[in-house]
């Protein structure tokens, strides 16, 4: 009887052992294909981002030598614009050091694991990848729509334009801005929260930008070409802030979804790296918008009247 007992203890453990066996064989096999499908996710996002680098260096060229002319004629420029190109330079600058970090980490077997790189739940990545992904690209939100909106202001309120760019409010608004993505290293839970309470701000400025282009392009007070064109602009500079904001920056409203479904994550991740081509196209129809020009022909035509005189 002790044999037949020791017989089906035997018996019960060799097949936990085979029960063992296959759970952990098919777990193998299914990390196995997860790993493949990340190597596979990555290796995309990696091509977005290399597209985005090549494209986003000659149109950031392209904003600053505008940027330089128009200093250089005597415009002014807002400290909204010169912090939105250096969102978009920061990110261009740190782009390598993160597609040289996921090719030595493609399947995130070790260091900065996939989800660990794209959720940011790891103190241990590196800090350039934080960076590159919350910073710029939460404060580039935000100083697209403002240089919009302080660009359609400018045609029918240029009292506010010179509140909004007054030192006293512009510079406390960026530092709050770049503030912002600094409370991940406090609690970085909160990345989905700060994602949900900067958007509805941006959507904010973005319909108080549409009812001034609206007024703008009703208003037939000076029904003049150089108002017409001004008016175009203005609708030229809504649409481009619109599009970036709903194509390029809504993503960060599904961040929550990023860690349910990583195939959106990725796909999202991949759209906003044309944002360094939409932020620089929006400076320079700023640029073209207000040229400075006016006031040095007005200054040529009392020269010539003074000496008629």
């Given at each position: 009887m002790d044999d037949y007992f020791d017989y089906d203890l035997a018996m019960d453990d060799t097949m936990n052992y085979s029960y063992a066996m296959d759970?952990?064989?098919?777990?193998?096999?299914?990390?196995?294909?997860?790993?493949?499908?990340?190597?596979?996710?990555?290796?995309?996002?990696?091509?977005?981002l290399v597209i985005g680098v090549c494209v986003g260096v000659p149109a950031v060229s392209w904003a600053l030598r505008m940027l330089f002319l128009h200093v250089r004629g005597g415009g002014r420029v807002s400290i909204f614009i010169i912090f939105l190109l250096f969102s978009d330079i920061l990110e261009l600058f740190?782009?390598?050091?993160?597609?040289?970090?996921?090719s030595s980490n493609v399947i995130g077997r070790h260091g900065c694991g996939y989800s660990r790189l794209w959720y940011f739940y790891d103190r241990d990545c590196p800090i350039a990848l934080i960076v590159a992904f919350i910073g710029p690209r939460l404060c580039g939100l935000c100083f697209h729509q403002l240089v919009a909106l302080e660009s359609i202001l400018s045609l029918r309120h240029p009292h506010c334009v010179s509140c909004l760019s007054s030192p006293?409010?512009?510079?406390?608004?960026s530092v709050a801005i770049w503030i912002c993505p600094l409370?991940?290293?406090?609690?970085?839970?909160?990345?989905?929260?700060?994602?949900?309470?900067?958007?509805?701000?941006?959507?904010?400025v973005a319909i108080l930008s549409c009812v001034f282009t609206a007024k703008a392009s009703c208003s037939c007070a000076d029904p003049g070409t150089t108002s017409r064109k001004d008016r175009g602009t203005s609708v030229r500079v809504?649409?481009?802030a619109m599009g970036a904001l709903w194509v390029l920056y809504a993503p960060f409203l599904f961040v929550p979804l990023w860690i349910i479904f990583p195939y959106i994550g990725s796909m999202f991740v991949c759209i906003m790296s044309f944002r360094v081509v939409a932020d620089p196209l929006l400076c320079v129809l700023v640029f073209k918008k207000n040229p400075q020009r006016q006031?040095?022909?007005?200054?040529?035509e009392l020269n010539t009247v003074q000496t008629s005189d």
């Open positions: 759970y952990t064989a098919m777990y193998d096999l299914a990390m196995d294909d997860a790993m493949d499908d990340m190597d596979d996710v990555s290796t995309r996002i990696i091509i977005f740190l782009i390598p050091f993160l597609i040289a970090s996921m006293f409010c512009s510079i406390p608004i409370i991940y290293f406090i609690s970085p839970s909160v990345l989905s929260l700060m994602c949900f309470a900067l958007l509805p701000v941006a959507v904010i809504l649409a481009v006031p040095t022909q007005t200054g040529i």
